[in-house]
């Protein structure tokens, strides 16, 4: 992928890269066109959501095909980058420099997101966070710039998104409506795949014990109390992963030499992808973290914005804290 680091990339990477050719663009774009016009037009609505995952069996073939393989195995990088999408700079509105900015009317980039979303799995969100919208803007804040969050510009520390919460989301999807203005800001990913392989045995064994906590930021008031948590969890061999390195603590001094290590190894393994307008990156969040680099906001309607998904696997996890059975986890 010309838009990621080439030194991790492995072959295995061709097969969750898709570039969509002209037509295809247009296909998406002609079913995103038709979901942005559909009934109140509002994306949280859930008749809305609902005609919405009816039309996902209208996607591109290719598309289907390469989202469906990621979902079952997304290989060592956990990333699947999907580029050429129906999203481009004329046409749309100033980059939004609100705090909690999020989409409510449905846009055909908004509907683009949703559409592909709601084929890997279940969109999902949290009430707590951006008061539970299904698409969110990730977009820099004037007087946050140095905040660790999605509202900042400085370097965001490598994380799992929402590693406190039980329900975590499965898979993060970020479409690109605009990169900085120079074109670099990038999202910095790493996979516990690779970094596993770098961690001698003893301190695997450190890691896959309940000798962490990881904290809640205050918007979550209902989030659980902090319990202590091991880091990798599964297989030996092919861990998940949960940890967010501003928020996880080590509850003792072996664990946190092992959580040092740890770190350094997602590090060394690491990749900057830099996505473009048109270009949307699913993360497998149960085995890759992100983070941020750092890039410099002008504040002049033409800054840095993604539109965020989170997705569920299993539409019935989580069910009992969703409202009437929604996708908003309570």
Known sequence: MDTMNQGTLVPERALLDLTLTGAERDELGQVAALLADAGRRLVDDREWLAQARELTSRLPLRLREVVRRFRHDPGDDAVMALRNLPVGDPGLPATPTVAESVERTATVPAAVAVLISLYLGEVVAYRDEKSGALVQNVVPVPGREESQSNAGSIPLELHVENAF??????????????????????????????????????????????????????????????????????????????????????????????????????????????????????????????????????????????????????????????????????
Request: net charge neutral; glycine share 6%.
């Open 165 to 330: 919460h039980a329900h975590r989301p499965d898979f993060v999807g970020l479409l690109c409506l605009r990169n900085d203005h120079s074109g670099t800001a990038g999202t910095l990913v790493s996979s516990v795949r690779r970094a596993v392989r770098l961690l001698p045995d003893d301190v695997r064994d450190v890691l896959f014990q309940p000798r962490f906590v990881t904290e809640a930021p205050p918007s979550f008031r209902s989030a659980n109390s902090v319990e202590g948590h091991p880091v990798l969890e599964g297989m030996p061999d092919d861990p998940n992963v949960r940890v967010d390195f501003n928020a996880t603590s080590p509850l003792d001094d072996t664990a946190k030499a092992a959580l040092e290590l740890l770190r350094t190894a997602f590090l060394d393994v690491s990749a900057s992808l830099v996505l473009q307008p048109g270009e949307m990156a699913f993360l497998d969040n149960r085995i890759a973290i992100h983070g941020r680099t750092a890039f410099t906001p002008r504040y002049d309607g033409r800054d840095r914005w993604l539109h965020r998904t989170f997705v569920h696997l299993d539409n019935r996890r989580g069910l009992a804290q969703r409202a009437d059975g929604g996708p908003v986890i309570s």
